[in-house]
């Protein structure tokens, strides 16, 4: 018998007869002999409360986090402060515990809080709508695409290869499913390759997405990107970070119509990989096809102020292939806490982040080049991370590293197959002390 379900012989005894079998083999008759286990499984003996606790903290101590080593790894999950506040703020128990609210007359706090994030990721991202419970910026980045396909009624995705790799990955998944095609544009010098472009988008391109700043930290320039994807009147599609909004141009500034990206960086954890949160703006042509959950202000029949779940019926959610979205799991926990963040920072301290984000990448890069060791894999402007090439593989770079407890970079010969190419990030939390030891062991190395 199962020993964590409380029936005990008696009870499984009259439910055998109930059903009119002898054994609880005879359950699984239907199953071929030759696929059934006939021995015990290979377990441990079980352990009392006590021995697992010990157990479980012994592997525990085995991971080393960012609160242990000095982290200049990013390639898509950043390692930035996040001010106390939050935790004391997001973790409430009427925050935590809270699901989708679907009856909104009594979820005006949650519905409140879900409508403050949107209105500031339309502050920060200049476009006209946003919305919330996105998984992340990958799923994100795919739901613009399908959006892009069911809008334009064109069947062809054309993405920069300077995306986020496991972006692209995503995108293929997606794309795959539905029986959509998605084409790389190739890159030239670290950046969206225009003439690239002009060769591949036609008649059925329903979409161009790009990254900025791209994969290897680089800032793009949208100017010529925009004038061929919307001549042939398709949609531009920008991946944005949005720590670096707060001194690059917003998409809206260069003629994004969708804007999506990952909101781990506004005061969401590592969290060893997720849950993080994608976020989604669009223009207002586009806001009644944008999946996921909307929050509108509205008043009530006394005239107060009032919170709403709009443009969209709970029951499209059950329409599977013809619903307008399948995304169903609540992240407004996470909305909250990136809430939360931009609150608490406002616009002077998110540009203050920004600033020595991008002044501490620059010296990081010029104090690790001075050797001539290494050097720069792209001459172009770039934000929080750059890729620099150097005498040996990265792997084994990070191996002597991790040796003075310090998280090095993203292998660049992985995905890109630039040979001792390295991905390195620098945040705000990164001190002048921890950058200099950093160059002065990898000029050793």
């Known amino acids: 018998m199962h020993r964590y379900i409380p029936n005990t012989d008696a009870d499984a005894k009259a439910m055998m007869d109930v059903i009119g079998i002898e054994s609880m083999d005879e359950l699984f008759q239907s199953i071929p002999d030759h696929l059934i286990l006939k021995r015990d499984l290979r377990l441990n003996p079980g352990m009392s409360e006590l021995e697992i606790e ?19 790894l990013g390639a898509g999950a950043y390692d930035h402060y996040i001010p106390s506040i939050i935790k004391h703020l997001a973790k409430r128990s009427e925050f935590y515990t809270a699901y989708t609210p679907y009856q909104p007359e009594i979820s005006q706090g949650t ?21 919330a419970s996105l998984y992340d910026g990958a799923t994100a980045c795919a739901e613009a695409a399908i959006m892009a396909v069911d809008s334009t009624r064109r069947n062809t995705i054309l993405v920069s290869e300077t995306v986020h790799p496991e972006t692209r990955q995503v995108l293929k998944s997606y794309m795959h ?12 010098d670290g950046v969206t390759d225009p003439e690239m472009l002009k060769k591949l988008i036609d008649a059925d391109s329903a979409a161009v997405i790009v990254q900025n700043p791209n994969f290897f930290g680089i800032v793009e320039d949208f100017t010529e990107i925009e004038e061929i994807t919307h001549g042939n ?20 500034e260069y003629g994004a119509d969708i804007a999506v990206g990952d909101a781990q960086v506004l005061g969401n954890n590592l969290n060893y990989g997720g849950p ?20 509108g202000q509205s008043v009530d029949v006394d005239g107060r102020r009032a919170f709403v779940l709009t443009l969209q019926a709970r029951e499209q959610h059950i329409r599977r292939y013809k619903a307008t979205s399948n995304i169903c799991s609540n992240q407004s926990l996470n909305a909250l806490t990136a809430a939360i963040y931009m609150v608490t ?8 982040v920004a600033l020595q984000v991008a002044e501490k990448a620059y010296y990081a890069a010029r104090r690790i080049t001075a050797g001539g060791k ?7 402007p770039f934000f929080r991370e750059f890729a620099l090439i150097g005498p040996k593989d990265a792997d084994l770079v990070n191996k002597e590293l991790l040796k003075s407890n310090i998280l090095g970079g993203y292998n660049l010969n992985k995905e890109y197959g630039i040979e001792n190419g ?22 050793v190395i």
């Open 345 to 352: 920072m406002g616009k002077k301290g998110l540009r203050e």
């Open 54 to 72: 010990r157990k479980m903290k012994e592997l525990g101590k085995k991971n080393r986090t960012t609160d242990d080593l000095v982290c200049f």
């Open 374 to 380: 290494y050097k720069p894999a792209f001459d172009k």
């Open 233 to 252: 009147k398709s949609l531009l599609v920008s991946s944005v970070d949005p720590i670096s909004l707060a001194i690059l141009k917003k998409p809206a």
């Open 177 to 188: 499913s539905r029986d959509i095609k998605m084409v790389e544009i190739p890159m030239a």
């Open 422 to 443: 390295v991905l390195l990030c620098v945040t705000e939390k990164r001190t002048k002390q921890e950058i200099d030891r950093l160059a002065e062991l990898m000029e």
């Open 276 to 295: 993080y949160i994608g976020f989604m703006a669009v223009t207002s042509k586009l806001m009644r096809r944008m999946p996921g959950r909307m929050v």
């Open 111 to 131: 519905l409140q809080a879900i409508f403050e994030y949107q209105t500031m990721i339309c502050g920060l991202t200049g476009m006209d709508v946003s919305n």
